[in-house]
Structures are given as C-alpha cells and as structure tokens.
C-alpha cells in the first residue's frame, strides 16, 4: 500500500488549491522514509480506519502486532509503560524507528522507551514497517526492521475531539485535541493533550503518565514549514525482575519482587520501584518547491530528557555505593544493609536533516544530509541507607557521554521499462562516541571500573533490487548491508574484557505480491516474501560473565535468520479478513554457552548450531471484521511459537507458546444538534484475551553449576512477563 494516493485524496476533498499544496510536506517527509509497494523489499504500512482501529489505549507496539514477524510484551501485562516488541526476533535496539524522518531511537541505548511516549498512536497519521535493513536514511543500525511513524496532518476546519477511555486494572485514559482550522489562507495551530492511569496487572506497577503535542503550520505557494513540539512525563512502577517460574506455578501470577525486603518488626514488605523522566521534542521542518521536479526539504530537531530510576536494594554492599563501613554499638564492623539507590541521567540531543529530491516521469532521485550530537550525564545517589549513621552524600558513580552522528545518503527509483523499476540507496555513516568518568560497577577488591571510551566507526551501506509490476502481480529482489556500533552496555557491563566489535548484516530479500480488485466491494490480496539476514559478529549474551560479574554481550562470528513470510486477505461487501504467518529459522553456528561455576572457572558447553534467543520459528496473525464505518465487529488472534530465553535451544528454559484473542465492537453516530451543527461520538468495547490465555511474553534466566550443582542439573533463577488475563476497556472519542 502506498501512503501517497490516500493523503492526496484527503488533500484534495478539502477543496482549495491551497490546502492541497498542504501535502508537500507529506509527500517529502514519505518519499524520503517511506517507499511505495513497488520497491523491492518487505513492508506493510497502516493507516486510516485500520490504524485507527488498531489503537487500543495501549502502547505503540501494540500498534503493529497484526502485522507478520512482530511480538509484543510489556513488563504491567497491560501493554502500558515499559513494553517493547521484537520483529523477526531482533529487539528494538536494533530496529531503525523514525517520526517525520527524525531518529527516535536513544542515541546510546539505540531503543525505543515507550513509557516516554504514552499515547503516541494519537500523533500519528500512518505507519510503515519495513522488514530487513529497509530504506533508514539516518539513526541506528536496522537490523530487524525500519519503523517510519508520520505525524497526523493538520485539519484544516475547526475541530475539537475529546476521547474517554476506562477498564481493567484502574485504567483511565483521556486525549483532548483540537485544531484551529486555516486562519489567514496560510497557517493552522493545533494541539493534544493526554493522561493515563492505570493500576498495572503485575503487582506494584501503577503509573501515571503523559504526553503533549503542539504544532503551528504555516502554508503558501512554494513553502511549508512546520515548528511542532511534543513531550512527556511518566512515573511508573517497574517489574523488570518478571514473575519467577516458580511463583507461577503456586499461582501467584502477578508477584513482584523489586523492592521486597524485611522492616524492623521482622515483616516482609516492599518499596515500589519507580521510573521517573520527562521528554521534550522540538522539531522545525520545511519544504520549498521551486519548480515541479525539484524540491528541498530540511529539519533541525532538539531533544531534552531527564529523569532517573529509584529501587530499594536489601542487604547492599556497601562499597558498591562508595559508603564507608561503620562500627556499630556492640563493636562489630558494619559493611552491607538496606538502602535505596536512583540512577539519574540528563540527554541532549539535536541535529539537522536536508535533502533534496529531484523527479521525472522515470527516475525518483533524493539525496541528503544528516548530522546529530548527543550529551550524556549518568550518576547515581544514595537517598536513603537503614540505619546509616554517617550523611549521605555524593555520587556514587558519575559518567559523561558524547555521541557524534553524521550521514550522507542517496536513494534513486528509475523505471527501466513500463513493468521494471530498479531501486538503488547508498549510505555512508560515521559516528564518534566517547564515555569518561566512573561507572556503577565495582571489582572485589572495591575498586570502582573507570570508563575510558573512545570508539570512531566508519560504515557504508549500499542497498539495492529490482521490482517487476503488471496489472495484479508484483515481483521483488533486493540485498542489503547494514552496520551497528555496539550500545552503551556493551561497553559498561564489559569490564577489563574485550571491547566489543561493531556488528554487520547482509540482508537478502525475495518476494511475489498479488492485488486483484473489483470495484470497491471485493478485493483480494496475497503475498510471499523470503529472507536470508546473514549476521558477522551479532552481538548475543553468551552467558560468560565480565570481571565486575555483569552477563556479556558477545560477538559471535557466525548467526544467521531466515524465513518465510506469508500474508493474505479477503475483502467483500462487509467483511474484511486479513492474515499472516511467518516460519523462521534462526541460529548461531558454533556457539559456546558459559555457566557460571560457584567453585572455579565458568563451564564451557560448544554446540555446533542453536537457537537464537527470543526468535520463535512460527508466528501467526489473522483478523476478521464485519461492519461498515458505522458499525463494526473485529475479532483478532495472535499465536508465537516456543522463544528461547538463552541461546542453548533447552525447551526447559524457555517461553511456551501462546495464542491470543482480542475482540472489539464499536458504533459511530451523529448527534445533529442545529441545522448546520453536528457532534460526531464513536464508542468503542475492547476485550483483550479474550479466552483468557495464561501466557508470557518475555523473560530472563540465569544457571549456575557448583555445590552439587551440574551442568544437566543446574541452579536456576528465572522471571518472566506474565500478560494480563480477560481485560475490558471502553472507549468514547467525540468530535466537534
């Protein structure tokens, strides 16, 4: 599907020449991050009803689960606050995610927090997801996938919505926005606001969060700039440690550990754990038009971030929070007791995107530039110590981080014949990233790690394919090579031990798709698309621990993915069915596993092929709706296959597989309250698990051999993401 023809369409039924010289901007920020069906390579793209359809109240994420290869979690089980997704197995560190052609990938931790973007679904007007390397311009390595987000066009008519939505768990959420309509022929303000609360399924997890969007439009002949600004707030409780496997089988599905630990009366009681930040986005976009063929766009963007993290550690030591040991009343050496840590940081990022785009009946031509610089500051505080006599002061870890980006990139679409179009897109990026100061880790003999990074990596990375299209039919071939530098943990968790290498991908991609379409009643759509993403040096924990015994990410030489993707849909009259599978094989060559040995060196087991963690070979969607735009009934299903939680293919430890079933129902009507005044209402009935599935999403594990234990007989301590059972919400979006 491409983006274009829909936003023309909207352009135009608004009626004057000026507001549909309003999609420029658009139509750039799509062309150079987006790509129509015709080139070469693997994407879905969601807009209009089925997007908005799609938001549910939960995360952005949940967004794209319909949508082939995709898994989602979330650590509350309600897929609000800290939830993330995996596409073909590869997380969101290694999956290029960008907003009206900004990065929004964390420059250091090169992912996505989407506890920093609570209803962010509202600022968007279309999402493409390109699977494999994809057409990302600038930003992180995709290594999995490039997400292209597009923010909601401007209405040009006066207009005021307001959405209400209630359920599960003491969730609420609300959105009002509003627009000022075209004021003077040449500017539009608009604006949104949303809040939401919920209590969290897992145990200690509720939150409060978020977000704000502003945006001021400015619209003439040849020119459109646009200066929007959005931000937000979370404070959240967290469940990183997941549920234990053990707890899950007593039935406590929802306990949480963080925080736990023993009062002065000898009672168990706990200290939620709490994420706390705040966000602000600036961006100023233009595009000028000097003639038909020619057009040139930029944006200078700026990011600011503040926040930290706060858990209660029981029984700490205390040199590993540079406090002294004291002697208490009966004389004996204090070293280790209960305290309350925050690990603090302070992100500046800005830079600058332009590109040109130059375009014929034949060649599709757009070349560019992008630079960024990030400032990072990271230190910890001790707010609190049980029974500490001395004062609390200072930090206890203090770093200071930079990371310099710079891009030049060029993309071409030339039609060799009427049915052949060659695609061809050349990247060179070069990235400069240094940490100083003192890390959070400390060695037995209390010494504390000092960091002293400074790591230069040059990348070229070509990508191109041909794309063969007829009336119904379309064939692709593409290949593509991508580069990642390794994140700030790869370095921080490593220790004295080898610094990491920058990871490659030679991504090969093949596919057929078929379209057939009768009037505007039935459509038929299929598609197959066949990958082979070949990795040198991926970047996986192997289970070795560093010198400050923290689980190393290790390049292996050899890994590689392959699959085949399947989508299909039918629609006729009313109903609308939609489905995809994908069938994977994802493995390590030569993989040695590390066990950690309580009484000597670690244990090495070599195995020569195994699973990748986290990468089931069997994912399926399917979607069946019944309804008109007045009307409607949907009922979604989602299975994935067994995920691994280490790399070693034991079906011991790891995810079972699941499949789950969300059912919405929603009626739209109109209240015409004067002759030439109306209030448009839309309620909405979610029901998520429907069949309430006992399931997770996600985990860690930990083994160790030693005392008894073995290798076949291993200590084990484990967590994992419990969802939610049977869940509700109800929706009401009214527009003035």
Not at 318 to 345: A, C, M, N, P, T
Not at 711 to 730: I, M
């Amino acid at each position: 599907m491409c983006l274009l023809p829909a936003l023309n369409m909207a352009a135009e039924s608004e009626g004057t020449d000026s507001i549909a010289k309003s999609v420029a901007l658009d139509e750039v920020l799509i062309k150079t991050n987006a790509v129509s069906r015709t080139v070469p390579m693997a994407m879905q793209t969601l807009e209009g009803r089925e997007l908005r359809e799609s938001d549910t109240g939960r995360d952005l994420p949940w967004l794209l689960m319909m949508t082939p290869s995709v898994v989602t979690s979330s650590d509350n089980g309600l897929g609000l606050g800290l939830t993330s997704f995996r596409i073909r197995g590869t997380d969101a560190s290694r999956i290029n995610l960008t907003y009206d052609g900004v990065a929004l990938n964390s420059p250091e931790d090169q992912t996505v927090f989407w506890a920093n973007m609570n209803a962010f679904a509202g600022s968007v007007e279309a999402i493409q997801v390109q699977r494999g390397v994809g057409t990302s311009t600038n930003g992180s390595g995709a290594f999995g996938a490039t997400v292209t987000m597009l923010s909601q066009k401007p209405s040009f008519k006066p207009s005021t919505q307001i959405y209400l939505r209630g359920g599960s768990y003491g969730t609420w959420q609300y959105t009002a926005k509003g627009s000022t309509g075209l004021l003077a022929k040449h500017w539009v303000a608009e604006g949104r606001y949303s809040q939401t609360l919920t209590d969290g399924y897992i145990d200690r997890t509720a939150g409060n969060l978020g977000t704000h969007y502003a945006a001021i439009n400015y619209y003439d002949d040849d020119l459109v700039v646009q200066l929007k600004n959005f931000g937000s707030f979370e404070y959240t409780g967290q469940a990183w440690n997941g549920v234990p496997s053990d707890s899950i089988a007593a039935g406590n599905r929802t306990y949480n550990n963080l925080g736990e630990h023993i009062d002065d009366n000898g009672h168990t009681v706990w200290k939620p754990t709490t994420d706390n930040y705040v966000q602000n986005n600036t961006q100023l976009s233009f595009v000028y038009t000097p003639s038909n063929s020619l057009q040139l766009h930029g944006v200078f963007h700026y990011t600011f971030g503040r926040g930290y993290y706060d858990d209660y550690k029981a029984d700490a030591k205390y040199y590993k929070f540079r406090l002294d040991s004291y002697e208490d009343k009966d004389g004996h050496i204090v070293s280790k007791g209960d305290l309350i840590r925050q690990k603090w940081l302070r992100n500046h990022n800005m830079g600058g995107i332009f590109d040109i785009r130059y375009t014929t009946q034949r060649l599709s031509l757009i070349s560019g530039l992008s630079f960024s610089h990030f400032i990072g500051a990271h230190w910890g505080l001790v707010p609190f110590a049980r029974n500490y006599p001395k004062p609390l002061e200072g930090h206890f870890y203090d770093s200071d981080a930079t990371k310099s980006d710079a891009t030049a990139f060029a993309k071409a679409e030339y039609s060799l014949s009427r049915h052949l179009l060659a695609y061809a897109d050349m990247q060179f990026r070069y990235i400069d990233y240094r940490i100083t100061g003192m890390n959070d880790k400390f060695y037995d003999d209390h010494s504390q790690q000092p960091l002293n990074v400074h790591e230069r990596f040059p990348f070229f990375n070509p990508k191109a394919g041909l794309s063969w299209r007829a009336t119904n039919h379309t064939f692709y071939a593409s290949y593509a090579r991508a580069h990642r530098e390794p994140t700030r943990n790869d370095y921080t968790d490593a220790g004295t031990s080898d610094k990491p290498l920058p990871e490659t991908l030679n991504d090969i991609e093949a596919g057929y798709q078929f379209h057939w379409q009768r009037g505007k009643a039935t459509v038929i759509h299929a598609g197959i698309n066949a990958y082979l993403m070949d990795y040198d040096n991926q970047l996986i924990q192997t289970g070795q621990l560093s010198d400050i015994g923290e689980a190393l990410a290790t390049n292996v030489a050899d890994s590689y993915r392959h699959g085949i993707e399947l989508t299909a849909g039918f629609k006729h009259g009313l109903m609308d069915l939609i489905g995809n599978c994908t069938i994977s094989e994802n493995k390590i060559i030569n993989f040695t596993e590390y066990i950690d040995n309580w009484e000597g060196d670690p244990v090495k087991i070599n195995y020569p092929q195994t699973d990748l963690a986290f990468s089931p070979a069997l994912t399926a969607g399917g979607l069946l709706r019944i309804g008109n735009e007045k009307t409607w009934g949907s009922l979604s299903t989602r299975y994935v296959g067994r995920q691994f939680l280490d790399n070693t293919s034991c079906a011991d430890r790891s995810i079972a597989p699941y499949c789950v079933s969300d059912l919405q129902l929603g009626h739209a009507f109109r209240w015409q309250h004067y002759y030439d005044k109306s209030t448009d209402f839309e309620l909405t009935l979610n029901v998520n698990n429907l069949f309430n599935a006992h399931y997770a999403t996600g985990g860690w594990i930990y083994t160790a051999v030693g005392y008894g234990y073995t290798p076949e007989n291993r200590y084990r301590e484990d967590g994992l993401f419990v969802q939610a059972p049977l869940t509700a919400f109800l929706s009401l979006a009214i527009k003035i």
